[in-house]
């Protein structure tokens, strides 16, 4: 795609743009029962966890995780209809326990009816949350950028669309690898690793709003290198007794993908004995496991990109996502690249947690008014 | 007007100037805080007091430039920690506390309030149904005593014109005499049972009164409840540093970022268009 092409593309639009119109807040709201406020709303709906970030200062998150009671007495031993994130994981056994975003986006293609119905709702009522936790006052607009995954469908989007209007006055959806790279001003010629549990968003930013031929969405992420782990300890220590949760929990706290990594020493039970283990081989390759994908997808947005920015745009690769967080992983893809590429450059993002959240925030609030009042 | 343009007493031009620097300052330098982590902020912090003790002091001592961007640092985040916790400087648990308590002393005034207009309206009710029985009793009685007073009148007035022969002069002044007195008394009568339906009527009117000023106090005591209702709601949320719609200021890359947003918004209503059709 060529880039000038782009610009030319876009001339009129942007001319139309120079003043939008600017209404108040009274008056777009008749009403008159929100006249004291604007709330900007950024969230980062992922697999693994939901993030907020809102215009009044709070800053929030939640692992995607919903349940509701099984039965009458669950419900009155809970003393509540639904429960989310880690309290909903550690009491999943009285309760229809739901991680909607499964697969990086809401789960509604596979099972029976029930689930598909029971994953919208969770979905929904988490979205309700994630708005709730971020404490908007009654008095005021509720504006919120909602960032999806790439691949969305538009029976998800649309499932968002309809929990997000419940609670917000005016919702709008975008890109979650675009929404990190617009949060740190980082609009020209550069890539964007998003890595989430269920996928990893691979993004090309160059100027303009980035096309579909400019994403690449790979399910190398969190989920796959729990999986791995699992795998690699169950053949290592085949007496250790674990459940996916439990690798979960073990990785977030010793991924590594560096030959000097600290040992991970850890406790499994082997027949209800705590017993430790030494997993830092398994580990390693465990999380090393998505960097050649990884890579690979870097390598085909890169090849198919204008030769004169190539190289501009290996270095300037932005790696963002609760993924991330595996240490020294910007120094593995950096190895990767060099080996496979010739070479690159990896800039891990401050905020893990709050990189997408801070982005949609900020597009909220560089949005004109008038496209806002167009989606209410 | 955004929240940082609040009106200012006049002032000099360069005054004006100065002031209109900051607020850029402050409105660039907002754009940018949202985004950087808690360290780096103290950091900028600790940065900015001893650039600022320096300047004002000269040279300064490390150990007290050290200590005073520490306590700036621990006061910048006591005010935000109170600023995101209060509401008008009051903690949100305490004005939470205040409000349930002017709803529940509204309350009571408002049952109250109810309790007595049920009374004052059962009162005037039966009230009005005794008064109705006691005025036609005391007309009847007053028709009653009337009558018999009227006659013994007559008795009287006949014994003594008896007496005074049967002349047609004696005769037409007996006529006379006997209607004035009758109607005098009659007229007497009448002014007695009125004077009682005015008392009567004062006292429904009375009750009317205070019928109508508990009611008008059961609504100002409902309204009073539905505000503190909206209080406590409002107040429960954190208020959003924004007072109106902001969009995109200019600055670096505007443009781009006008058609980004552009392309985000068509984006979105392609896509409300499609879940519609």
């Known amino acids: 795609m060529s880039k000038k092409n782009n610009e030319n593309e876009n001339t009129e639009t942007s001319e139309e743009m120079k003043e939008p119109t600017s209404t108040s807040t009274t008056q777009s709201n008749p009403g008159g029962s929100k006249e004291h406020g604007v709330l900007y709303l950024g969230i980062d709906l992922g697999t693994s966890r939901t993030s907020v970030s809102a215009s009044n200062g709070v800053r929030e998150t939640v692992a995607s995780y919903v349940g509701y009671p099984k039965d009458v007495v669950s419900r009155k031993l809970l003393k509540r209809d639904v429960l989310f994130g880690d309290e909903a994981l550690d009491k999943r056994l009285s309760l229809e326990f739901y991680r909607p975003l499964a697969h990086g986006v809401i789960d509604c293609s596979e099972g029976d009816k029930a689930d598909v119905k029971g994953n919208l709702r969770a979905a929904r009522d988490l979205i309700a949350e994630i708005i709730r936790r971020s404490q908007p006052r009654k008095d005021e607009l509720v504006y919120a950028v909602i960032g999806v995954p790439a691949q969305a469908s538009i029976h998800n989007k649309e499932a968002i669309i309809k929990a997000a209007k419940e609670t917000v006055d005016s919702v709008m959806l975008c890109s979650e690898p675009f929404s990190v790279a617009y949060g740190l001003d980082m609009l020209d010629d550069v890539l964007v690793i998003d890595i989430g549990a269920g996928t990893t968003d691979l993004c090309r930013m160059h100027g303009t709003m980035p096309e579909e031929t400019d994403q690449i969405t790979v399910t190398y992420a969190g989920d796959f290198v729990d999986n791995e782990l699992t795998k690699l300890v169950q053949e290592s220590h085949p007496e250790a007794q674990f459940t996916i949760n439990m690798i979960k929990s073990i990785k977030e706290k010793h991924s590594n993908v560096s030959n000097d990594m600290p040992p991970a020493n850890i406790e499994l039970p082997v027949n209800g004995k705590p017993t430790p283990f030494d997993i830092t081989n398994e580990m390693r390759t465990a999380c090393n496991a998505i960097v050649p994908p990884i890579v690979e997808g870097l390598g085909k947005l890169v090849a198919s990109f204008d030769p004169e920015f190539q190289e501009r745009l290996k270095n300037r690769v932005l790696l963002a996502g609760g993924g991330s967080q595996i240490k020294n992983l910007d120094v593995a893809i950096e190895e990767y690249m060099k080996s496979h590429l010739g070479g690159g450059k990896v800039l891990r993002i401050e905020e893990a947690m709050y990189g997408g959240a801070n982005g949609a925030l900020k597009i909220a609030h560089d949005m004109p008014e008038e496209y806002w009042e167009k989606l209410k | ?277």
Request: glycine share 6%; charged share 35%.
């Open chain 2, 1 to 277: 007007m955004s929240v940082h343009d609040v009106p200012t007493p006049a002032k000099s031009l360069a005054q004006e100037d100065e002031s209109a620097r900051k607020k850029e300052m402050i409105r660039e330098s907002g754009r940018s805080l949202r985004h950087i982590g808690e360290a780096r902020l103290m950091a900028v912090i600790a940065a900015a007091v001893r650039h600022a003790v320096k300047r004002t002091f000269g040279e300064t001592r490390e150990e007290q430039l050290v200590k005073a961007a520490g306590i700036a640092q621990r006061g910048f985040l006591h005010l935000l920690k109170n600023n995101g916790k209060s509401v008008r400087g009051v903690p949100v648990s305490d004005f939470v506390k205040e409000v349930e308590e002017s709803k529940r002393r509204i309350l009571k005034q408002r049952e109250q309030a109810r309790k007595e207009l049920e009374r004052v309206t059962g009162e005037l009710s039966s009230r009005r149904e005794q008064m109705a029985a006691e005025r036609d009793d005391f007309i009847e009685a007053k028709r009653a005593d009337g009558v018999a007073f009227d006659s013994r009148l007559l008795d009287k007035l006949n014994e003594l014109f008896d007496g005074m022969g049967d002349s047609p002069e004696i005769t037409e002044l007996r006529g006379m005499v006997t209607q004035i007195a009758i109607s005098s008394v009659q007229e007497e009568r009448g002014k007695a049972v009125e004077d009682k339906l005015a008392d009567h009527d004062a006292e429904v009117a009375n009750y009317q009164r205070r019928i109508e000023k508990l009611t008008n106090s059961l609504s100002r005591t409902e309204e009073e409840i539905k505000r503190l209702a909206q209080m406590k709601d409002v107040e429960g949320g954190v208020a959003s540093i924004y007072r109106t719609v902001q969009g995109l200021c200019d600055g670096e890359d505007v443009e781009q970022k006008q058609e980004m947003m552009t392309a985000i918004f068509e984006a979105n209503l392609e896509l409300r268009e499609k879940v519609v059709a």
